[in-house]
């Protein structure tokens, strides 16, 4: 149990245009999500928090127009990547919590942006 | 920042041996968690250990909590080359929430 989804698993894009990440909670009602991006041979950095029907709260230096996250439902969140730039490339984690284990975080198995 | 650190940054030990890494942070914690990450890949959670816990063990794992020093410690007894990957510890950053705060984390190697 506790699978989380994240699609597509790579995606190359031009320069400017604009990238959706969807993170799927597969069996199990996710009342929290969240997003990191992990740059090569770095840590994960957490970037926001999103609460099903609310919107979500961004850390600080991450720019939330840039970055712009859904969670509309209890199994869904998506991160659009707006405009992405070359330093916008890098790995993009998502990571959902239930409401029974609040302290565990199931993740995703990453998506990697590369923009040319 | 509220990241932790930990070290050694890069360990490469055979097949057999024991590895062992650290984790220091800065914040007082209500659990200290450890993650495993393949190269490219999502991460996989291996152990939680509260703040009121000293040592706990999972299989070949054993994880060690000193508050007094904020530190952990992960030991992975006789590695196996599947073992390969790095490892992260991670605190529980705001009281009211559950936002994880990931260490630096340390890339293991086990040779075969």
């Known amino acids: 149990g506790a699978v989380v989804s994240q699609h597509p698993s790579w995606v190359i894009c031009k320069s400017g245009t604009s990238v959706k990440i969807e993170c799927r909670s597969l069996d199990f009602q996710a009342t929290t999500m969240f997003w990191y991006r992990q740059f090569p041979k770095q840590s994960l950095m957490l970037m926001a928090t999103s609460n099903e029907g609310s919107k979500a709260t961004y850390e600080q230096g991450v720019e939330k127009d840039k970055f712009l996250i859904n969670h509309a439902s209890l199994t869904l969140s998506t991160l659009t990547v707006t405009s992405a730039h070359p330093e916008d490339s890098s790995f993009y984690i998502c990571?959902?919590?239930?409401?029974?284990?609040?302290?565990?975080?199931?993740f995703g198995p990453g998506t990697r942006l590369t923009v040319t | 920042s509220q990241q932790g650190e930990e070290d050694p940054q890069a360990l490469s030990i055979q097949e057999g041996e024991n590895a062992t890494m650290n984790c220091s942070y800065k914040t007082s914690i209500n659990n200290l968690q450890w993650y495993r990450q393949n190269s490219g890949r999502g991460l996989v959670h291996l152990i939680l250990?509260?703040?009121?816990?000293r040592e706990k063990h999972s299989g070949r794992l054993r994880v060690t909590l000193d508050t007094s020093k904020k530190s952990s410690s992960l030991l992975i007894t006789a590695s196996r080359a599947a073992d390969t990957a790095s490892y992260f510890c991670a605190t529980i950053y705001g009281g009211a929430t559950n936002k994880l705060i990931f260490g630096t984390g340390t890339l293991l190697a086990v040779q075969p």
């Open positions: 990571s959902a919590t239930s409401s029974r284990g609040v302290y565990e975080q199931y």
């Open positions: 250990i509260r703040s009121n816990e």
